[in-house]
């Protein structure tokens, strides 16, 4: 048997597009004389459509491109995903459905079980659960389809009471089929294979799983879809971060030899690619070629530049360079170095004039009063006030360049340099942007030596260093990411007796987190490479006591 | 029996406040010889809790306060909601209970069964349902206990598969109560108390409801609590928009009289009341005393202005007039005449000179180009920065004056007129923040009457009026409601013949919506008057294409 797995970027709610593209695949595959060709979770609509799915009339759409597509499944099978009605008395009304379509028929419908709704999951927002477990026989085999989550609940503590594969093992199966939309995060990689290769061995069944590949807003896919063997091996693994099609001769007697990349836990280099393709994606699928920021000569909007430039090409970034009397001498020079190297057009627009305009017309308000982070802010805002002009007159979109680490304890100005359409490097810890920075230099200078080595500064004020204020980043980001990615109470981070952090310390910094909620809230949407990213994922009251 | 309600106004996440808060009312009902007093669904942390309930230090300080609690029910039994470990093997590992304590003990722990997932409620995210259905005997009575949305499946639709009252009926009990979380909209008063007198009447039991009161960031509770006789009449109910308590001497045999105010499916008086709650506990439980706004002679700032003053006191509001060459004479002395019958403080700060400053800056690098909607949104940017500076000056908050139909189609400008910490009639539409104005001036001019008949102009250009790129607001109004709201597609409102709406002008303002999602991600938290609402309750893809 010739099984297909079509792995595609899809874009949210381009119900025709997006059929379009499934009618191709399928035309490839019968070009292969495949005998199934596989498609990911919720396909049609592209994964996730949020409360697209409340309007019925977007439902209509999704089951009239469905009937498209069962309309050219002559001599193939197709698995597609796509929202259903559930036609019962009680419950929601939708099912998350895989469609087994057939010489234009639908042979069978598959609803999924299990419902992931937690950290940027809310399905049960939308879907009814399954309870119906029957295997698809095609072609002398009997296929226990599953989606997405139906294969996660393998764990020794069970998110879910029930376990779809337990069921569906009773009508013994000869092979596994998921529907996917599985997003990355820098865990999440290894994890995935490992579930899925634990799934075929628990199972003692071969498994074909495709998942979709793209950059939706702040989630990333990956693709990485699979063919994985009985015995656990990975015999066939597709791109990631890249669309993939790939036919695979199965004959189910056979053990294929194993055959993946070796991966890591946590490997920058994914991290980088996904940044990239988040980039790409978003203005691609929004119809924007041109992105601009202001380019400070620090490290994170080197970075920023770094990636956007890989994603769209040096040309289409511009940087521009807004010093006021507090920038170093090198900062305009190495952030000129920066578009130099990569090549960039930029400006140097110097913010003196509208930062003066403003404390004159001011002055009279403020009378009596003495300079404080008013005035820091007012550069700050200054210069987004001038991105955002610039992104106005030249239709190009400001890419915000702000860390995790700042957003986490508000060392950021809302409107200022908390401004853009997209957050390209704001998941990313101080340290892990140093490290990035690294990767992006591991094959010589793209971003200046000088830009790399230099302390961290936000030049608001005369000789200030972030260390002004803050602990230093190393520490700064161990105690935010056992906050905010492990969640653990400032009495667990303590009893933890890392070097250099006591209560005080740790307390002032989660309340830091706490107290800068409301910045957050106001944020641009942050391309999403950790397994708790600011944003969706995370929904923290504003108005609060936490009294960590 | 005497059976306490208490309604109370939590601050979510401060255990310690909380619990200080139901020990006093505890006393109070012993003070009052009551056998019984009931509080609200997560009383000990406020709801919602949100994230916070990922934080196993979270949970062990609600049982903590939960454990204080128990110590102080000598001679009383206390019904009080909080979060509890299942100690299941699998499923989500807590529920949504409420504790029911008598004499220091815990007479019976009781657990949420039906779970809200959809508009702001996330509860499947943290919880698991309850499926274990047991009254619980007190002095002779037989109690069937529940939560919240337990009571909300009596529906011809049925939202979930069990009824929790259908299954506790098997145990005969004698009364029915219920531990509450529910939010107010304009449509939700009415419906909440049918749906209350409808179980009371299908079971032939009466009701005691206890809801929470106050304003949590968006999201207002408007209290309400309830007696009701087995015959669906309401007995007693508590107060609107504030705290309250109430014994009631229950004898089980006695019928007591109808005795609760009319009330209206809508009414212009809740909405405003709404509000002014919603200002009030955002201010007070983030302690800030003073606000500020930009007055700009139009009827937004107007209505935001007198909200704020009735929350905050006049004397707290500054209204900052920022007139440009595009201000019509009569703007700021009718934003001088409001603050003079509110009695507010004012200033009038023209932003000539950093407007002028940004345009000299960026000569240069706009040569060649036309003034264009650039030039617009630097006046509204220049006023934003302005506000937050005098804000940041002397620690005041700046209140955001955008409604929800400028909101809907992107009508404002980012980190401009977008600017705020807090949107007060962000959920209402031009015409309802019209009624709400006639409203403000019901017993005379509060807003002067010239801003209540002015034609609507953002004056960022010579002569601009919004009917120059909107349609007239009442139409406009109806295709939002609709789509919003109503979640209806561009077909379904043109099916509906309504005079005005041509299919080209409903898919030109559904598109606008749509493509204006990326703007309302970075808007200010939106207090909640509507069944749908900006903001956490409508989750909408920024990167998609809906064709609509």
């Given at each position: 048997m010739k099984i297909a797995l079509a792995q595609l970027n899809y874009i949210i709610g381009d119900i025709e597009g997006n059929t379009a593209k499934i009618i191709g695949e399928i035309e490839k595959a019968k070009a292969e004389k495949a005998d199934l060709v596989i498609f990911s979770e919720l396909a049609i609509c592209g994964y996730p459509p949020k409360d697209l799915l409340d309007y019925p009339s977007f439902i209509l759409r999704c089951e009239k491109g469905l009937e498209e597509i069962q309309e050219v499944t002559e001599g193939i099978g197709v698995l597609v995903g796509g929202p259903s009605w559930?036609?019962?008395?009680?419950?929601?009304?939708l099912y998350n459905s895989a469609f087994f379509y057939s010489d234009k028929k639908l042979i069978r419908r598959i609803d999924k079980t299990l419902l992931p709704t937690y950290d940027i999951f809310d399905e049960y927002r939308y879907f009814h659960y399954n309870e119906l477990f029957e295997c698809v026989e095609f072609k002398g085999e009997k296929i226990a389809v599953t989606i997405c989550?139906?294969?996660?609940?393998?764990?020794?503590?069970?998110?879910?009471?029930?376990?779809p594969m337990d069921e569906l093992m009773k009508q013994n199966p000869t092979v596994m089929i998921n529907l996917s939309g599985s997003p990355y995060s820098y865990n999440h990689v290894e994890k995935r294979r490992k579930r899925m290769q634990l799934n075929a061995k628990t199972y003692g069944l071969p498994l074909f799983y495709v998942n979709q590949v793209g950059g939706n807003t702040d989630i990333l896919f990956d693709g990485g879809s699979m063919f994985i063997n009985r015995n656990g091996d990975i015999a066939e693994e597709c791109e990631f971060y890249k669309e993939d099609f790939k036919v695979i001769n199965w004959d189910s007697s056979h053990t294929y030899e194993d055959n993946h990349e070796d991966y890591y836990d946590y490997d920058i280099g994914l991290i980088h690619d996904a940044l990239v393709m988040g980039v790409k994606d978003y203005f691609g699928k929004v119809g924007f070629k041109k992105a601009l920021l202001g380019s400070s000569g620090g490290i994170d909007s080197a970075v920023v530049h770094a990636i956007a430039a890989d994603a769209l090409g040096a040309e289409n970034i511009k940087a521009i360079m807004m010093p006021s009397k507090y920038s170093s001498s090198g900062s305009v020079d190495d952030a000129v170095k920066l578009a130099d190297n990569l090549k960039s057009p930029y400006s140097i627009i110097p913010i003196k004039k509208p930062f003066d305009a403003f404390n004159e017309t001011l002055e009279e308000e403020f009378e009596g009063t003495e300079p404080n982070v008013t005035e820091e802010n007012l550069q700050a805002r200054s210069r987004g006030i001038m991105l955002m002009a610039i992104s106005n007159k030249f239709g190009s979109m400001v890419l915000n360049t702000s860390n995790k680490s700042e957003s986490a304890v508000g060392y950021s100005t809302l409107y200022g340099d908390?401004?853009?359409?997209?957050?390209?490097?704001?998941?990313?810890y101080k340290e892990q942007v140093y490290e990035l920075a690294r990767f992006i230099n591991r094959y010589g200078e793209v971003i200046p030596y000088e830009i790399v080595s230099k302390e961290p500064s936000?030049?608001?004020?005369?000789?200030?260093?972030?260390?002004d204020s803050l602990p230093p980043y190393p520490l700064l980001d161990k105690i935010l990411f056992y906050y905010i990615?492990?969640?653990?109470g400032w009495q667990e981070i303590v009893a933890m007796k890392i070097e250099g952090l006591d209560e005080a310390l740790v307390r002032k910094i989660i309340r830091k987190v706490d107290r800068n909620e409301y910045k957050r809230f106001q944020a641009s949407p942050t391309l999403r490479i950790s397994h708790k990213a600011f944003g969706f994922g995370r929904r923290m009251p504003i108005v609060a006591r936490y009294n960590h």
């Open positions: 559930t036609k019962l008395e009680k419950g929601k009304k989550e139906d294969l996660w609940n393998l764990d020794e503590e069970k998110l879910y009471v029930s376990t908390m401004c853009g359409g997209l957050s390209v490097i704001g998941d990313l936000a030049e608001l004020r005369h000789d200030q260093k972030d260390s990615e492990e969640k653990k």
